[in-house]
C-alpha cells in the first residue's frame, strides 16, 4: 500500500501511532484548550517516515499574555507534565516566556522526547508565515498542524543546512514529490530568504 | 542505483516508502526501541527526586 494519500486537503500518512505519536497528541490535547499551535521540523520528517529518534518536538505557539499563559502551565502540570525550566509559573513566565525564550515540557519521569514551545509574534516572520498556512497531515485519527511542506524543506535546505536537515529535506522532496507546488516553493523561498539576508 | 551516500540511501528508502508502507513497522519499532531505551536510563539514573537531577544534567548540558 501506498506510504500516504490525500483526503482533500489533508495528508494522511498510512501508518500506525507510534509512542513519539502518543506524546504528541497528549499534549496537543491540553495545548489547543489555551492555544493555537504549529508543529515544525524533526516531527515533520519522523511522522512521515524518516527512520530516526529525536530528543524534542518544536511546537510554534504564539506568544502569551502573563494569565493565560498560567493556566496552560497548571493544565500541563495537572496532566503529568513537567517543565525543564522550573515548576512555578510565574518564575518561567517572567524569565522565559516574556522574553520569547524557548521552555520544555516532559512527560513525568522522563527526559526525552520533549516538547518545546517556542513562541513567536508577527516581528518572527517566517516563523509567523509557516504558523499562518498550516498543512493539515493525520495519521489513524491524530490530525495535526504542519508547515506548508515546501517551507519545511527550504528551511531545512536554506537555514538549518545540517546533515540530518539535508536528509530530512530530502526524504520530504522524495516521498511528496507528486504534490510539491513550483509556485509554493518560490513563495516559501521568498520569505525564508528575506528573513534570512535580515531585511 | 547503488546507493553510496547517506543521501543515496534517503533517496533509495523515501522512493521505497511512497509505495510501500510496510517500511513503517521498523521505523516505528526503531522510535519506540529509542523512547524505551531513554525511558529507562533516566529513570534509573535520577530516580527519586528526578526533576532537581534532571535539571542539573540539563544545567550541565546548556540546556537551561
Known amino acids: 500500500m501506498e506510504g500516504y494519500y490525500l483526503e482533500g486537503d489533508v495528508i494522511v500518512i498510512n501508518r500506525e501511532l507510534t509512542e513519539l505519536d502518543f506524546l504528541v497528541r497528549k499534549f496537543l490535547e ?44 497548571l493544565d500541563l502540570q495537572e496532566n503529568n507534565f513537567w517543565c525543564y525550566q522550573g515548576d512555578n509559573a510565574k518564575d518561567v513566565y517572567s524569565d522565559y516566556v516574556k522574553d520569547m525564550l524557548n521552555i520544555r515540557f516532559a512527560r513525568e519521569d522522563e527526559m526525552f522526547p520533549n516538547m518545546e514551545v517556542v513562541f513567536i509574534n508577527e516581528t518572527k516572520k517566517a516563523k509567523y508565515y509557516e504558523f499562518t498556512h498550516p498543512q ?9 498542524k504542519i508547515p506548508p511542506l515546501e517551507f519545511e524543506i527550504l528551511y531545512k535546505e536554506l537555514v538549518l543546512a545540517g546533515d540530518k536537515d539535508i536528509q530530512d529535506a530530502k526524504h520530504l522532496r522524495i516521498l511528496f514529490s507528486d504534490i510539491l507546488k513550483k509556485e509554493r516553493f518560490k513563495e516559501c523561498g521568498d520569505v525564508i530568504m528575506t528573513e534570512k539576508n535580515g531585511a | 542505483m547503488v546507493p553510496k551516500t547517506n543521501l ?10 511512497k509505495t510501500d508502507n510496510r517500511l ?41
Open chain 1, 136 to 144: 493539515k497531515m493525520k495519521v489513524k485519527d491524530f490530525e495535526f
Open chain 2, 24 to 64: 513503517f513497522s521498523q521505523q516505528k519499532s526503531l522510535i519506540e526501541s529509542q523512547i524505551k531505551i531513554s525511558q529507562s536510563f533516566f529513570l534509573n539514573s535520577f530516580g527519586e527526586n528526578f526533576k532537581v537531577k534532571a535539571r542539573e544534567y540539563l544545567r550541565k548540558r546548556g540546556l537551561i
Open chain 1, 30 to 73: 491540553i495545548l489547543i484548550k489555551h492555544s493555537d499551535y504549529l508543529i515544525v521540523s524533526g516531527f515533520v520528517s519522523i511522522a512521515t517516515g524518516r527512520p530516526r529518534g529525536t530528543e524534542d518536538v518544536d511546537i510554534l505557539v504564539p506568544v502569551f499574555e502573563e494569565g493565560k499563559f498560567k493556566e496552560l502551565f
Open chain 2, 8 to 17: 543515496d540511501y534517503v533517496e533509495m528508502y523515501s522512493k521505497k516508502l
